[in-house]
Protein backbone atom coordinates (compact mmCIF):
# COMPACT_ATOMS: atom_id res chain seq x y z
CA UNK A 1 0.00 0.00 0.00
CA UNK A 2 1.50 3.65 -0.92
CA UNK A 3 0.47 6.25 1.47
CA UNK A 4 1.79 9.79 1.69
CA UNK A 5 1.24 10.57 4.72
CA UNK A 6 1.70 14.85 3.83
CA UNK A 7 -1.51 14.25 1.75
CA UNK A 8 -3.16 13.03 5.18
CA UNK A 9 -1.41 16.03 7.48
CA UNK A 10 -3.04 18.96 5.21
CA UNK A 11 -5.93 19.23 7.26
CA UNK A 12 -3.43 20.78 10.13
CA UNK A 13 -2.60 24.46 9.82
CA UNK A 14 -1.25 25.50 12.82
CA UNK A 15 1.66 27.70 12.11
CA UNK A 16 3.61 26.04 15.37
CA UNK A 17 3.34 22.82 14.02
CA UNK A 18 6.76 21.36 12.26
CA UNK A 19 5.50 19.20 9.68
CA UNK A 20 8.37 18.07 7.57
CA UNK A 21 7.77 16.25 3.59
CA UNK A 22 7.07 12.58 4.52
CA UNK A 23 7.88 10.09 1.53
CA UNK A 24 5.48 7.60 0.79
CA UNK A 25 6.32 3.68 1.71
CA UNK A 26 6.52 1.67 -1.22
CA UNK A 27 8.49 -1.65 -2.15
CA UNK A 28 11.68 -0.11 -3.51
CA UNK A 29 12.35 1.10 0.53
CA UNK A 30 11.89 -2.67 1.45
CA UNK A 31 14.42 -3.38 -1.29
CA UNK A 32 16.96 -1.29 -0.69
CA UNK A 33 17.07 -2.02 2.95
CA UNK A 34 17.01 -5.96 2.15
CA UNK A 35 20.33 -5.38 -0.51
CA UNK A 36 21.96 -3.11 2.13
CA UNK A 37 21.99 -5.59 5.06
CA UNK A 38 22.57 -8.83 2.67
CA UNK A 39 25.99 -7.23 1.86
CA UNK A 40 26.87 -7.02 6.46
CA UNK A 41 29.36 -9.06 7.27
CA UNK A 42 28.01 -10.61 10.35
CA UNK A 43 24.49 -10.15 9.54
CA UNK A 44 21.48 -12.79 8.10
CA UNK A 45 18.64 -10.38 6.77
CA UNK A 46 14.78 -12.11 6.55
CA UNK A 47 12.35 -10.72 5.94
CA UNK A 48 9.60 -11.06 9.00
CA UNK A 49 5.60 -11.06 7.98
CA UNK A 50 3.60 -11.18 11.73
CA UNK A 51 -0.19 -10.81 12.04
CA UNK A 52 -2.12 -9.55 15.40
CA UNK A 53 -3.93 -11.16 18.18
CA UNK A 54 -7.06 -10.08 19.68
CA UNK A 55 -5.42 -8.11 22.31
CA UNK A 56 -6.43 -7.14 25.60
CA UNK A 57 -9.31 -6.09 28.07
CA UNK A 58 -7.30 -3.98 30.27
CA UNK A 59 -7.03 -1.11 32.99
CA UNK A 60 -4.80 2.26 31.89
CA UNK A 61 -4.33 2.84 35.61
CA UNK A 62 -0.86 5.18 35.52
CA UNK A 63 0.27 7.51 32.63
CA UNK A 64 3.57 8.98 32.70
CA UNK A 65 3.83 12.73 32.01
CA UNK A 66 6.54 13.66 29.11
CA UNK A 67 5.93 17.44 30.44
CA UNK A 68 5.06 20.38 29.20
CA UNK A 69 7.99 20.42 27.10
CA UNK A 70 7.12 17.49 25.07
CA UNK A 71 5.05 19.00 21.84
CA UNK A 72 5.17 16.52 18.74
CA UNK A 73 6.75 17.58 15.77
CA UNK A 74 3.41 16.92 13.91
CA UNK A 75 0.09 16.18 15.24
CA UNK A 76 0.25 12.41 14.21
CA UNK A 77 2.20 9.16 15.88
CA UNK A 78 5.44 9.70 13.52
CA UNK A 79 5.44 13.64 14.51
CA UNK A 80 5.44 12.05 18.04
CA UNK A 81 8.13 9.30 17.29
CA UNK A 82 9.95 12.45 15.86
CA UNK A 83 10.03 14.28 18.89
CA UNK A 84 10.75 11.55 21.31
CA UNK A 85 13.83 10.22 19.33
CA UNK A 86 15.20 14.10 19.67
CA UNK A 87 14.73 13.78 23.72
CA UNK A 88 16.42 10.43 24.13
CA UNK A 89 19.33 10.58 21.41
CA UNK A 90 19.73 14.65 21.55
CA UNK A 91 19.91 14.51 17.78
CA UNK A 92 17.95 15.57 15.04
CA UNK A 93 16.30 12.16 13.41
CA UNK A 94 17.17 11.92 9.79
CA UNK A 95 15.42 11.77 6.85
CA UNK A 96 15.47 7.63 6.45
CA UNK A 97 15.07 7.01 10.11
CA UNK A 98 10.80 8.97 9.87
CA UNK A 99 10.48 7.21 6.50
CA UNK A 100 10.91 4.22 8.18
CA UNK A 101 8.28 5.13 10.80
CA UNK A 102 5.86 6.89 8.51
CA UNK A 103 5.72 3.56 6.54
CA UNK A 104 4.73 1.98 9.58
CA UNK A 105 1.96 4.02 10.61
CA UNK A 106 -1.39 4.53 9.68
CA UNK A 107 -3.50 7.46 9.64
CA UNK A 108 -7.24 6.86 11.52
CA UNK A 109 -8.96 10.28 11.96
CA UNK A 110 -12.33 8.96 13.95
CA UNK A 111 -13.56 10.89 16.99
CA UNK A 112 -16.76 10.35 19.18
CA UNK A 113 -17.99 12.69 22.03
CA UNK A 114 -19.66 11.30 25.30
CA UNK A 115 -20.57 13.71 28.81
CA UNK A 116 -18.54 16.97 26.88
CA UNK A 117 -15.56 15.24 26.55
CA UNK A 118 -14.23 14.16 22.72
CA UNK A 119 -11.78 11.49 21.91
CA UNK A 120 -9.80 11.12 18.84
CA UNK A 121 -7.95 7.91 17.80
CA UNK A 122 -5.42 9.77 15.74
CA UNK A 123 -2.64 7.59 14.24
CA UNK A 124 -1.21 4.15 14.47
CA UNK A 125 2.62 2.18 14.32
CA UNK A 126 2.71 -1.45 13.95
CA UNK A 127 5.33 -3.82 14.79
CA UNK A 128 5.46 -7.60 14.81
CA UNK A 129 4.78 -7.80 18.51
CA UNK A 130 4.04 -4.35 19.88
CA UNK A 131 1.15 -1.54 18.37
CA UNK A 132 1.39 2.05 19.79
CA UNK A 133 -1.91 4.14 19.18
CA UNK A 134 -2.54 7.62 19.88
CA UNK A 135 -5.10 9.35 20.91
CA UNK A 136 -6.18 12.44 21.46
CA UNK A 137 -8.83 13.49 24.58
CA UNK A 138 -10.88 17.20 24.17
CA UNK A 139 -12.82 18.85 26.81
CA UNK A 140 -16.12 20.48 24.95
CA UNK A 141 -15.86 23.56 26.94
CA UNK A 142 -13.16 23.65 29.39
CA UNK A 143 -9.29 23.12 29.08
CA UNK A 144 -7.24 20.33 30.60
CA UNK A 145 -4.56 20.97 33.11
CA UNK A 146 -0.69 20.45 32.28
CA UNK A 147 1.58 18.41 34.83
CA UNK A 148 -0.66 16.43 36.40
CA UNK A 149 -0.02 13.16 35.53
CA UNK A 150 -1.99 11.43 39.02
CA UNK A 151 -5.53 10.66 38.28
CA UNK A 152 -5.29 11.40 34.37
CA UNK A 153 -6.66 8.12 32.84
CA UNK A 154 -9.04 6.11 31.43
CA UNK A 155 -10.89 3.36 33.96
CA UNK A 156 -10.86 0.79 31.68
CA UNK A 157 -8.98 0.71 27.72
CA UNK A 158 -9.93 -2.50 25.79
CA UNK A 159 -8.53 -3.42 22.25
CA UNK A 160 -9.59 -6.07 20.64
CA UNK A 161 -8.48 -7.52 17.16
CA UNK A 162 -9.33 -10.34 14.55
CA UNK A 163 -6.88 -12.59 14.66
CA UNK A 164 -5.73 -15.66 16.79
CA UNK A 165 -2.49 -14.90 19.64
CA UNK A 166 -0.34 -17.02 20.61
CA UNK A 167 0.78 -15.06 24.25
CA UNK A 168 -1.37 -12.69 25.59
CA UNK A 169 0.20 -9.23 27.80
CA UNK A 170 -0.87 -6.47 28.80
CA UNK A 171 -0.98 -2.75 27.93
CA UNK A 172 2.37 -0.65 28.20
CA UNK A 173 2.48 2.34 30.09
CA UNK A 174 0.83 5.68 28.18
CA UNK A 175 2.57 8.45 27.53
CA UNK A 176 1.16 11.58 28.49
CA UNK A 177 1.34 15.26 28.01
CA UNK A 178 -0.92 18.55 27.81
CA UNK A 179 -0.52 21.09 24.97
CA UNK A 180 -0.93 24.60 24.97
CA UNK A 181 -4.80 24.55 24.24
CA UNK A 182 -5.69 22.12 26.92
CA UNK A 183 -5.46 18.56 24.54
CA UNK A 184 -4.43 15.35 26.35
CA UNK A 185 -2.33 13.21 24.39
CA UNK A 186 -1.67 9.81 24.96
CA UNK A 187 0.33 7.31 22.98
CA UNK A 188 -0.24 3.60 24.65
CA UNK A 189 1.36 0.48 23.79
CA UNK A 190 0.50 -2.99 23.61
CA UNK A 191 2.71 -5.97 23.31
CA UNK A 192 1.32 -9.24 22.08
CA UNK A 193 2.12 -12.38 19.71
CA UNK A 194 0.10 -13.95 17.34
CA UNK A 195 -0.12 -16.38 14.26
CA UNK A 196 0.64 -14.83 10.81
CA UNK A 197 -1.93 -13.72 8.68
CA UNK A 198 -2.30 -12.48 5.51
CA UNK A 199 -5.78 -10.30 5.92
CA UNK A 200 -6.51 -6.65 7.31
CA UNK A 201 -6.72 -6.53 11.26
CA UNK A 202 -10.15 -5.30 12.17
CA UNK A 203 -10.02 -3.16 15.27
CA UNK A 204 -12.36 -2.64 18.55
CA UNK A 205 -10.91 -0.02 21.05
CA UNK A 206 -13.30 0.22 23.82
CA UNK A 207 -12.41 3.22 26.37
CA UNK A 208 -14.51 3.98 29.54
CA UNK A 209 -14.51 6.36 32.76
CA UNK A 210 -11.74 9.34 31.87
CA UNK A 211 -10.15 11.59 34.41
CA UNK A 212 -8.64 14.58 34.19
CA UNK A 213 -8.55 17.85 36.00
CA UNK A 214 -9.73 21.47 34.52
CA UNK A 215 -7.29 23.97 34.09
CA UNK A 216 -8.20 28.17 34.48
CA UNK A 217 -5.44 30.18 34.19
CA UNK A 218 -2.84 28.26 36.57
CA UNK A 219 -5.10 26.55 38.94
CA UNK A 220 -7.19 23.66 39.15
CA UNK A 221 -11.39 23.83 39.01
CA UNK A 222 -11.76 20.02 39.86
CA UNK A 223 -11.94 17.14 38.01
CA UNK A 224 -13.92 15.19 34.83
CA UNK A 225 -15.08 11.68 35.95
CA UNK A 226 -16.78 9.35 32.90
CA UNK A 227 -17.89 8.82 29.60
CA UNK A 228 -17.95 5.77 27.14
CA UNK A 229 -16.12 5.83 23.44
CA UNK A 230 -16.15 2.88 21.12
CA UNK A 231 -14.17 2.86 18.07
CA UNK A 232 -13.95 0.18 14.63
CA UNK A 233 -11.26 0.67 12.49
CA UNK A 234 -8.75 -1.59 9.86
CA UNK A 235 -5.08 -1.61 10.00
CA UNK A 236 -3.57 -2.92 7.23
CA UNK A 237 -0.64 -5.55 8.31
CA UNK A 238 3.08 -3.78 8.18
CA UNK A 239 6.41 -5.86 6.84
CA UNK A 240 9.33 -5.79 9.48
CA UNK A 241 12.64 -7.36 9.05
CA UNK A 242 15.27 -9.49 11.33
CA UNK A 243 18.90 -8.67 11.21
CA UNK A 244 20.48 -12.41 12.92
CA UNK A 245 23.84 -11.25 15.02
CA UNK A 246 26.83 -12.86 15.05
CA UNK A 247 27.54 -13.50 19.32
CA UNK A 248 31.05 -12.11 20.44
CA UNK A 249 33.10 -15.69 21.06
CA UNK A 250 33.59 -14.12 24.21
CA UNK A 251 30.03 -13.58 25.23
CA UNK A 252 28.73 -16.55 27.73
CA UNK A 253 25.45 -18.10 28.12
CA UNK A 254 23.71 -16.09 24.84
CA UNK A 255 22.56 -18.30 22.18
CA UNK A 256 21.14 -16.05 19.94
CA UNK A 257 20.10 -12.35 19.36
CA UNK A 258 18.41 -10.33 16.33
CA UNK A 259 17.26 -7.25 16.10
CA UNK A 260 14.27 -5.56 14.15
CA UNK A 261 12.63 -2.02 13.46
CA UNK A 262 10.63 -2.31 16.60
CA UNK A 263 12.61 -5.51 19.37
CA UNK A 264 15.86 -7.67 20.35
CA UNK A 265 15.33 -10.58 20.84
CA UNK A 266 17.51 -12.89 22.83
CA UNK A 267 17.85 -16.53 24.09
CA UNK A 268 20.14 -16.79 27.02
CA UNK A 269 20.50 -19.65 30.04
CA UNK A 270 18.07 -19.55 32.82
CA UNK A 271 19.02 -19.20 35.71
CA UNK A 272 21.32 -15.91 34.09
CA UNK A 273 24.00 -15.68 36.85
CA UNK A 274 27.14 -16.64 34.65
CA UNK A 275 25.80 -15.14 31.43
CA UNK A 276 27.66 -12.43 29.60
CA UNK A 277 27.34 -9.51 29.75
CA UNK A 278 24.79 -9.28 32.26
CA UNK A 279 23.27 -6.28 30.79
CA UNK A 280 21.14 -8.67 28.87
CA UNK A 281 19.82 -9.79 32.43
CA UNK A 282 18.62 -6.27 33.37
CA UNK A 283 17.66 -4.97 30.49
CA UNK A 284 20.11 -2.62 29.82
CA UNK A 285 20.34 -2.43 25.90
CA UNK A 286 20.07 0.36 23.82
CA UNK A 287 20.45 0.49 19.68
CA UNK A 288 23.90 2.29 18.44
CA UNK A 289 23.14 5.13 15.88
CA UNK A 290 25.69 6.18 13.64
CA UNK A 291 26.38 9.44 15.25
CA UNK A 292 26.44 7.57 18.77
CA UNK A 293 23.29 8.68 19.43
CA UNK A 294 21.43 5.52 21.42
CA UNK A 295 18.09 4.15 21.45
CA UNK A 296 17.24 2.46 24.87
CA UNK A 297 14.65 -0.51 24.59
CA UNK A 298 11.90 0.95 26.38
CA UNK A 299 9.90 -2.42 27.70
CA UNK A 300 11.36 -6.12 27.72
CA UNK A 301 9.50 -9.51 28.36
CA UNK A 302 10.88 -12.80 28.81
CA UNK A 303 9.99 -16.42 29.67
CA UNK A 304 11.69 -19.21 30.37
CA UNK A 305 11.48 -22.98 30.13
CA UNK A 306 11.63 -25.86 31.84
CA UNK A 307 15.08 -26.85 29.92
CA UNK A 308 16.83 -23.50 31.34
CA UNK A 309 16.33 -20.95 28.56
CA UNK A 310 15.54 -17.61 28.70
CA UNK A 311 13.59 -15.75 25.65
CA UNK A 312 13.34 -11.90 26.07
CA UNK A 313 12.09 -9.30 23.79
CA UNK A 314 13.35 -5.56 24.52
CA UNK A 315 11.41 -2.97 22.81
CA UNK A 316 12.86 0.09 21.34
CA UNK A 317 11.25 3.41 22.53
CA UNK A 318 11.27 4.10 19.28
CA UNK A 319 11.01 1.99 16.21
CA UNK A 320 14.43 2.22 14.27
CA UNK A 321 15.67 2.17 10.54
CA UNK A 322 18.24 -0.84 11.00
CA UNK A 323 19.88 1.05 7.83
CA UNK A 324 21.22 3.43 10.26
CA UNK A 325 22.07 1.36 13.27
CA UNK A 326 25.71 0.34 13.40
CA UNK A 327 25.92 -1.34 16.68
CA UNK A 328 23.26 -3.14 19.61
CA UNK A 329 24.79 -2.02 23.00
CA UNK A 330 24.60 -4.43 26.00
CA UNK A 331 25.54 -3.19 28.99
CA UNK A 332 29.25 -1.95 28.02
CA UNK A 333 29.82 -4.46 25.38
CA UNK A 334 28.43 -3.50 21.73
CA UNK A 335 27.80 -6.19 19.07
CA UNK A 336 28.84 -4.07 15.24
CA UNK A 337 26.92 -4.11 12.65
CA UNK A 338 28.36 -4.03 9.09
Known amino acids: MNMNLKD ?14 SPSSSDDRVCSLTNTKL ?23 VVLL ?4 FVAASDSIDGWFRTKWEKVTGEEMSDAQYETIASL ?6 SQSSDGVTVT ?23 FAPKVSAGTSFATASIELDAPITRFSHVGASWQYTDDNGKICFVISKTFESEDT ?31 WDFEFTLERTETHLIELTIP ?44 GEIYSGFSYSISDDSGVTTAEYHWAVPIDLDEIVGIKIGEEIIEIG
Open 198 to 228: DEPINVTLHLEDFCAYYAEDTGLTGTFNGGV
Open 66 to 69: MGAG
Open 249 to 292: DTWVGIHELSVSEFTLYAVYDYPSYDVYPRGIRFGKVYAVTESG
Open 39 to 61: GRENAVFKKRLRKYPVILVAVIA
Open 105 to 110: SQYIGL
Open 8 to 21: VFDCYSDEDIRLKD
Open 121 to 143: VDSATLGEDIMYVLLYVESDDAK
